[in-house]
């Protein structure tokens, strides 16, 4: 069960779950994480991101993360969640009960984690979003009144903000 969850509904064509999912492990990876990717039979993806090693897990530190990709109409929805997993149970018990320095450890480390899952939606919303800007065509597109992005002319929401256009 994670204690920091982001859900967000992306508005882009759900064609683009495996190149949003890619860019996720590449870019993660690059930065020393621990990422697998795994197929969903709706056509989405389930990536798990983890970072650290048995000592960092005792002290909790130890990142993790989960972030799900499903299609949804003609949609994407983003699902990312960080907290306690696994090992890190075992820090948040004795912190709870025997030493107030490993509880501040165990704190630190989840707010450290909670920019992982907005560091994703971010990486999601520039594949769509640069995905839409090669396909550009002047005499198809609008701008969002709330962000002034370039969206289909037929669009009911903005792909970025997801209001009202």
């Keep these: ?5 982001t859900n967000k ?3 882009g064509n759900p064609i683009l779950i495996p190149n949003i999912s890619s860019a996720i492990v590449e870019e993660f990876r690059k930065d020393g994480y ?3 990717s795994q197929d969903l039979v709706s056509g989405g993806k389930d990536i798990s991101i983890t970072k650290g090693g048995m000592f960092k897990a ?5 990142t993790a993360l989960k972030i799900s990709l499903k299609p949804c109409d003609n ?7 960080v907290g306690i997993f696994g090992l890190q149970a075992i ?16 704190i630190w480390g989840l707010v450290q984690q909670s920019k992982l899952d907005d560091k994703a939606l971010e990486i999601a919303e520039r594949v769509i979003y ?3 800007q090669s396909n550009y065509k002047p005499e198809q597109y609008k701008f969002c009144p709330n962000d002034g992005s370039r969206v289909p002319a037929d669009a009911e929401f903005c ?3 997801g209001r009202k256009v």
């Design 130 to 132: 640069n995905n839409t």
């Design 159 to 161: 792909p970025y903000c």
């Design 75 to 81: 949609k994407i929805q983003f699902e990312a969640g």
């Design 9 to 11: 509904m992306l508005y």
């Design 91 to 106: 820090p948040a018990a004795i912190a709870l009960f025997v030493a107030w320095p490993v509880m501040i450890t165990q």
């Design 34 to 36: 621990e990422v697998t």
């Design 58 to 62: 005792i002290i909790g530190m130890k």
């Design 1 to 5: 069960m994670g204690v920091f969850k």
